[in-house]
T-cell receptor, first 113, second 118 residues
Framework: QQQVKQSPQSLIVQKGGISIINCAYE??????FPWYQQFPGKGPALLIA?????SEKKEGRFTISFNKSAKQFSLHIMDSQPGDSATYFC????????????FGQGTELSVKP | GAVVSQHPSRVICKSGTSVKIECRSL??????MFWYRQFPKQSLMLMAT?????????EQGVEKDKFLINHASLTLSTLTVTSAHPEDSSFYIC??????????????FGPGTRLTVL
């Protein structure tokens, strides 16, 4: 119930292509869904986040699509660049649990020039 | 804004010794801080949640006597790994949340501390 399942585990995309990473959850009480980007040897950085009352959120080249009925959400990276090569984590959280984040397994993205 | 620092960034110690890692929120008051551990090619695993001035809440399977957490002020939390062993070698990351500033559960992460136990 508390799990967030993320796929794919790894992804290779050509420069300029679209990177798509998917996550699914079970607990319908989750109320905040952030995506984090992590470079090797660094801490995660918040990329973009969405609440379940919104179906889509776009910030620059990054878009979250949220399907509440399917309990799925995805990250789309448009015009992918080599600098986007990193590990991406989706997460979910419950406000009434003190903000504890439940992380997905991570996706290692490699953007080829 | 919302910067979290960690010190040290990297530490090597001998088996049996204790190591202290500091986590600081530089430009906001962290009402809650979280400590995570991350093994290579794996996701972040929450170890404990600490609220300023109270005892930390540890996740199931995390030894509270081995991983001592102190959150004595609104800008500083420390994680002490006691009697460290090679299997404690990992990447330790803290995050901080300002519940007074945001209605959402946004957490700001530190840069991490690489611990190597010989």
């Amino acid at each position: 119930q508390q799990q967030v399942k993320q796929s794919p585990q790894s992804l290779i995309v050509q420069k300029g292509g679209i990177s798509i990473i998917n996550c699914a959850y079970e607990n319908t009480a989750f109320d905040y869904f952030p995506w984090y980007q992590q470079f090797p040897g660094k801490g995660p950085a918040l990329l973009i986040a969405i609440r379940p009352d919104v179906s889509e959120k776009k910030e620059g080249r990054f878009t979250i699509s949220f399907n509440k009925s399917a309990k799925q959400f995805s990250l789309h990276i448009m015009d992918s660049q080599p600098g986007d090569s990193a590990t991406y984590f989706c997460a979910a959280t419950l406000y009434n649990q003190g903000g504890k984040l439940i992380f997905g397994q991570g996706t290692e993205l490699s953007v080829k020039p | 804004g919302a910067v979290v620092s960690q010190h040290p960034s990297r530490v090597i110690c001998k088996s049996g010794t204790s190591v202290k890692i500091e986590c600081r929120s530089l430009d906001f008051q962290a009402t809650t801080m979280f400590w995570y551990r991350q093994f290579p090619k794996q996701s972040l695993m929450l170890m404990a949640t600490s609220n300023e001035g109270s005892k930390a809440t540890y996740e199931q399977g995390v030894e509270k006597d081995k991983f001592l957490i102190n959150h004595a002020s609104l800008t500083l939390s420390t994680l002490t790994v006691t009697s460290a062993h090679p299997e404690d070698s990992s990447f330790y990351i803290c995050s901080a949340r300002d519940a007074l500033r945001t209605t959402y559960n946004e957490q700001f992460f530190g840069p991490g501390t690489r611990l190597t136990v010989l």
